[in-house]
């Protein structure tokens, strides 16, 4: 690698690589299958991982000793020349390399898909993302309907095919394991509709993918609950309740009854779209991929949000406003991605929690205000996530029945 294409990596890991740089850096991986794997390998977990651990394990004694030795043997100034050969070179920037990634691969592997991705939309780079799996999650409830009588299936346990009827609709589990309500035929004359509850519990490794019987898709993160009519037929609007967690809608579009996502005191009201909303905290956060939408607060205050804008509610002030963001890191879990943009560790760690059912303490609360940036697969367990963290920061992780202890070190 020449000079250039080195400190273009370097800066990238640590977050510091300019646009025309960014430009530069994608031109060279895809200009060569050898480039893309050698950036592939520079940005590697198990490579970082292997040249940490010589990094912090190398003797500087013992490595002194040698050098003072050589040169005895080799003082012309050509063998000292020769011994500042290409090969130790590239050692050293490898080291600067491991190095800088570690911190930005807090999160394990990830960076190279984090730099494709940012050029996939604007040169039309094809990638795929590999479905979540491994993930350590506790014994427990697992994701289950609770249906309009009471019954309760667990998607885990039922087999593909038909799982229930109400009302003219069958619910049916695909061999992909997508949830989908199949309307038969319309029931305009019904009086009571009967609601169906989908939850996706704390601790769940696998994002729920379900389609209501309008055609709407919707996919459920951990620890989220969603309630929503077996059948849109006769009522003159769509509606649903997201009670709490985070949901990504792709709606079906359907100008004469517009779909509606309500919680608590705040509506989504949208005719054909696709959006994310994330529920878990005082505040909501509506992020818009594509369509319109209109954010309404109790007929108090609205907004409108065109793709690429977020609305911020916040339930205890009641104030509402509106801002432009990076829409990917908002959608990645979706994909069976954890994305973080200088993410907090008490946020980070808020996000492990739901994900394998964690309590989390901290000892130090300085320690909730590091910040992070990085992207990974949800193919990690929760022990190898925190000692890539522990390995790269000044933080120690202690695990105790199921809470994570977190606490300041020194190397």
Same mark, same amino acid.
């Given at each position: ?237 769509? /509606?649903?309740? %997201?009670?709490?967690?985070? &949901?990504? $809608? +792709? ?7 517009? !779909? ?91 996000? /492990?929690?739901? %994900?394998?059912?964690?309590? &989390?303490? $901290? +000892? ?7 910040? !992070? ?39």
């Amino acid at each position: 690698m020449n000079n250039n294409i080195d400190n273009l990596i370097i800066n990238f890991l640590q977050g510091t690589l300019s646009e025309s740089g960014q430009d530069d850096l994608n031109n060279w991986i895809i200009a060569s299958d050898k480039n893309r794997a050698l950036f592939e390998k520079l940005t590697s977990q198990k490579w970082i991982n292997t040249e940490l651990e010589s990094f912090y394990q190398y003797n500087e004694d013992k490595g002194w000793d040698k050098v003072v030795e050589r040169l005895a043997l080799n003082s012309s100034p050509i063998a000292e020349k020769n011994f500042e050969s290409p090969k130790i070179g590239m050692l050293l920037l490898w080291k600067r390399i491991a190095v800088a990634a570690s911190v930005l691969l807090v999160m394990g592997v990830g960076s190279y898909f984090l730099l494709l991705n940012k050029f996939e939309r604007r040169n039309e780079i094809v990638k795929t993302i590999k479905p979540a799996k491994n993930i350590e999650a506790p014994i427990g409830p697992k994701a289950m309907i609770t249906l309009a009588n009471g019954n309760k299936l667990y998607l885990d346990k039922v087999s593909k095919g038909a799982l229930a009827i109400q009302e003219n609709v069958k619910v049916m589990k695909l061999a992909d394991g997508q949830i989908v309500y199949s309307s038969n035929a319309s029931n305009g004359n019904q009086k009571v509709v009967p609601y169906n509850t989908l939850t996706n519990p704390r601790g769940s490794a696998d994002v729920i993918n379900m389609t209501l019987s309008d055609g709407t898709k919707v996919w459920l993160n951990a620890d989220t609950r969603l309630k929503y009519p077996v059948s849109f037929d006769g009522s003159a609007n769509r /509606v649903v309740y %997201l009670e709490s967690g985070e &949901i990504y $809608f +792709k709606v079906t579009k359907n100008p004469s009854k517009p !779909f509606i996502v309500h919680n608590g005191d705040m509506s989504i009201q949208v005719l054909g779209t696709s959006f994310n909303v994330n529920a878990y905290s005082g505040i909501i956060y509506t992020t818009l991929v594509e369509g319109k939408v209109k954010v309404d607060i109790k007929n108090t205050s609205e907004l409108q949000l065109i793709p690429g804008q977020q609305a911020q509610f916040d339930r205890w002030s009641g104030a509402l406003e509106k801002q432009e963001v990076d829409v990917f890191p908002y959608v990645a879990w979706k994909e069976g991605i954890l994305a973080f943009d200088n993410t907090t560790l008490e946020s980070l760690m808020e996000q /492990v929690g739901r %994900l394998y059912d964690y309590d &989390i303490e $901290f +000892k130090d609360s300085e320690l909730k205000q590091l910040h !992070f940036n990085g992207r990974m697969e949800k193919t990690a367990t929760v022990i190898e996530l925190l000692d890539i963290i522990q390995k790269t920061t000044n933080v120690k992780f202690n695990l105790k029945d199921r809470r994570i202890i977190i606490e300041k070190t020194t190397r």
